[in-house]
């Protein structure tokens, strides 16, 4: 059971738009920055948002993140058939004074 | 270019050691938190460990504390993860991660390509 709360799963069709959740409490999410985390099939993780909605340099603008309270989104416009990924969120968790992750959100674009 | 490359997985016997290196190349190593996440097959990421720049802050996931221990030596761009009584469930790949400078935001933006670890008899 993870700290942070996912989606197991996604989809949309390509060129549309689709938002992934992420939903804490006050020691993790509503009190730290939250990153997210793409992971193609047999790869390593990739970081797509920090603090909340900075992109990495080289991440495309399709890629957008927000959040409220205690809870974040990852947002994905334009889809493409190579976006189909596994994509988590993370952040610190002042309580168990550990990072924390989803249980990840499969993304698939139809 | 940054580059992280660990080394040191393989199988192991319930109750054994294993340590695992990563070296990093390509930034100030020294300027860095560093962190261990792990992937069991088919699951997803679990953070396991994450040290502060000089060492001197360490934080660890409950299910490895007292058993595991992250350091790191700043002259050899090293990272360790020492691994003591090894359990089934330890069974993972084992990324290493590079992650802010500064004080610790929870971000993670470089990953190496992982060195699995199997516990098995």
């Given at each position: 059971q993870s700290v942070l709360t996912q989606p197991p799963s996604v989809s949309a069709a390509p060129g549309q738009k689709v938002t992934i959740s992420c939903s804490g409490s006050s020691s993790n999410i509503g009190n730290n920055y939250v990153s997210w985390y793409q992971q193609l099939p047999g790869t390593a993780p990739k970081l797509l948002?920090?603090?909340?909605n900075k992109r990495p340099s080289g991440i495309p603008d399709r890629f957008s993140g927000s959040k409220s309270g205690t809870s974040a989104t990852l947002g994905i416009t334009g889809?493409?058939?190579?976006?189909e990924a596994d994509y988590y969120c993370g952040t610190w968790d002042s309580s168990l004074s550990a990072t924390v992750f989803g249980g990840g959100t499969k993304l698939t674009v139809l | 270019e940054v580059q992280l490359v660990e080394s040191g997985g393989g199988l192991v016997q319930p109750g054994g050691s294993l340590r695992l290196s990563c070296a990093a190349s390509g930034f100030t190593f020294s300027s860095y938190w560093m962190s261990w996440v792990r992937q069991a097959p088919g699951k997803g990421l679990e953070w396991v460990a994450n040290i502060k720049q000089d060492g001197s802050e360490k934080y660890y996931v409950d299910s490895v504390k007292g058993r595991f221990t992250i350091s790191r030596d700043n002259a050899k761009n090293s990272l360790y993860l020492q691994m003591n009584s090894l359990r089934a469930e330890d069974t993972a790949v084992y990324y290493c991660a590079r992650g802010d400078s500064g004080s610790y935001k929870g971000k993670d933006d470089y990953w190496g390509q992982g060195t699995l670890v199997t516990v098995s008899s």
């Open positions: 948002i920090y603090e909340n889809l493409q058939t190579g976006d | -």
